[in-house]
């Protein structure tokens, strides 16, 4: 072991070779690598993993120093092939951008904007107006307002219009979605009480009269954006319910959580009522995501009745939780594309993968099998197999949307063992695992990512070789 300990290149002689094989990558990054490297090799040594001195010869080391070099100079943030059919994937950043808004982020970016500037009184402005009349036009709403994203908008709405009053809301919609994000949690941030009524299953108009008291602020309803309930329940219809909250004076208030300006149904995703839909049905104030089925980016959308968004547009709160240019390019971006529905079917990446039919779905996996097949010869073999997509994000829960999987099993290894290398490869691979057979949905790949697709998995599966 000690001759072993002995044979450990020197920091300095790594950080020589290092400096020569990559001349633009920063010293501190080099010297950081050298020392993680030879750290790991003494690691090796103790344990008895490494005991043949040939693996501390220069053309042994070189390689493991190289790695982890262009490992530690790699941005963190990076792009990812999404192969796994969840089209609002939150891990995976949510919404793709459409070239507009994407256009719109650049232009934003790189130089000076009006984001608080009144071009026509040469006076301060309010960036809040770049959107509103947008969101008023697409939704039919008096008011709108934009804030970073829907647990933002949420908190604003009841601390403007709630805080030391109480909300009545049903047992059945006290929801936590991703990231422990629960509605009660945020009701007591606001400073409103919760009075919760009826029970998980089954909640009635009674229910909601009984708990009437001279501290009721607003009724709320929680869209179930993640989760359904079957079986045996009821619930009290927004319509039925915004007319029984206007009788006592009190206002309608909507979480509707992913929020769609679109009706999927001719696609057949049902059961979720669009932002329009809403506001007609009575409600005065409802919030949404920007960044869900609406496919913008990250935003929460406050959309109403002028006098209550007037009230919210007033909070300091919203200092705190405000847009910034590069949200709101993207975002008008977005929402100009709906002001013709079917461009925004075409142009907005999350509907046009939403929208696309099991037969272009089928003939995009036949052209990404075929392209697998001959780089892949001798590595793995690939097959097609029907399945469903997801929406994601909490929409849509339950709703499959028929597609067709390419399967790719490999020669060597197990499809687990695939599926980790795949996360170290250049661009990120990120598909389904379903044993012997690591899977690829077409749904949520460009054509113009099969070529990657391709090139990371015959290195992931050479490397199985190894």
């Known amino acids: 072991m000690s001759s072993l300990f002995r044979s450990l290149p020197s920091v300095d002689a790594c950080l020589r070779w290092l400096e020569e094989a990559l001349p633009s990558a920063p010293h501190s990054v080099l010297l950081e690598s050298c020392r993680l490297v030879l750290d790991q090799l003494r690691e090796e040594i103790r344990a008895g993993r490494l005991t043949d001195e040939t693996e501390l010869r220069p053309e042994a080391v070189r390689p493991r120093l190289l790695d982890a070099a262009r490992r530690k100079d790699r941005p963190r943030f990076c792009r990812v092939i999404n192969a796994a059919g969840v089209v609002v994937h939150t891990n995976l950043g949510r919404s793709v951008l459409a070239k507009e808004a994407q256009e719109a982020v650049r232009v934003a970016a790189s130089g000076y904007s009006n984001l608080e500037f009144n071009l026509e009184t040469g006076e301060r402005g309010s960036r809040v107006s770049l959107v509103e009349d947008l969101l008023r036009s697409l939704t039919g709403a008096e008011a709108a307002l934009v804030v970073n994203n829907n647990a933002a908008a949420v908190l604003l709405m009841l601390d403007t219009l709630c805080k030391g009053g109480e909300v009545i809301l049903s047992r059945g919609q006290l929801v936590e979605i991703g990231g422990s994000f629960r509605i009660p949690d945020v009701m007591e941030r606001s400073g409103a009480t919760l009075r919760e009524v009826g029970t ?126 590069l949200t709101l390019a993207a975002l008008e971006a977005t929402l100009r594309l709906y002001r013709d529905p079917e461009k925004a079917r075409q142009a907005v990446p999350t509907v046009r993968r939403m929208s696309m039919n099991p037969e272009t779905l089928r003939e995009r996996a036949e052209t990404l099998r075929d392209l697998l097949n001959r780089e892949l010869a001798g590595l793995a073999t690939c097959a097609l197999k029907d399945d469903f997509s997801r929406v994601g994000g909490g929409s849509f829960p339950e709703q499959g949307m028929p597609t067709t999987l390419v399967c790719v099993r490999p020669e060597r290894g197990s499809a687990t063992q695939l599926k980790k290398r795949l996360l170290e490869t250049d661009p990120p691979l990120v598909g389904r695992l379903d044993d012997p057979y690591f899977q690829l949905d077409p749904r949520t790949m460009e054509e113009e990512d099969f070529p990657d697709a391709a090139r990371v998995l015959k290195d992931a599966l050479e490397r199985s070789r190894s």
Not at 203 to 212: G, M, V
Not at 240 to 264: R, T
Not at 298 to 316: E, F, S, T, Y
């Open 200 to 325: 998980t299953n089954r909640t009635h108009l009674a229910d909601y009269e009984r708990a009437l008291s001279e501290n009721t602020r607003a009724v709320l309803w929680v869209h179930p954006s993640n989760y359904r309930v079957i079986g045996f329940h009821s619930s009290v219809p927004p319509r039925e319910l915004a007319n029984f909250a206007h009788d006592h004076g009190l206002p309608m208030l909507e979480d509707l959580g992913s929020g769609s300006l679109m009706d999927f149904s001719p696609w057949g995703l049902h059961d979720e009522p669009t932002v329009p839909d809403v506001l007609r049905q009575g409600t005065d104030v409802v919030t949404f995501s920007g960044d869900k089925v609406l496919g913008g980016p990250q935003a929460g959308i406050i959309v109403g009745r002028k006098d209550l968004v007037d009230r919210m547009k007033k909070n300091q709160l919203l200092r705190a939780l405000r847009c910034d240019k």
